[in-house]
């Protein structure tokens, strides 16, 4: 089992930024890879950021530069630093792991954290 910890969401007024965190614990913790996604309000979870093991990164189109996500692999952490950030930008952000087990990938989920960008 995989527990996974989000913090650092926030208000802020569009165009500033936020740091979210995200840590992932139990017990022979092997992650593959690991990722952000959001929710908004009415609307359907959606892929923003992941990146491998070995650090292969890929972002959403609607990034479009301003998100930047890294991990530290030896604390089984991650991050996503979101700068100029626009009210569409509002919603939940959930943390996503990933393990293989017997040829499967089993996902992981945090229980997510309230981003919100006013106007």
């Known amino acids: 089992q995989v527990q996974l910890v989000e913090s650092g969401g926030g208000l802020v007024e569009a165009g500033g930024s936020l740091r979210l965190s995200c840590a992932a614990s139990?017990?022979?913790?092997?992650?593959?890879?690991m990722g952000w996604y959001r929710q908004a309000p009415g609307k359907q979870r959606e892929f923003v950021a992941t990146?491998?093991?070995?650090?292969?990164?890929k972002y959403a189109d609607f990034v479009e530069g301003r998100f930047t996500i890294s991990r530290d692999n030896a604390k089984n952490t991650m991050s996503l630093q979101m700068n100029s950030l626009k009210p569409e930008d509002t919603a939940v952000y959930y943390c996503?792991?990933?393990?293989?087990?017997?040829?499967?990938?089993?996902?992981?989920w945090g229980q997510g954290t309230q981003v919100t960008a006013s106007s």
């Open positions: 139990g017990s022979r913790l092997s992650l593959n890879a």
């Open positions: 996503n792991a990933q393990t293989r087990f017997m040829g499967d990938t089993i996902n992981y």
């Open positions: 990146i491998t093991t070995g650090g292969t990164i």
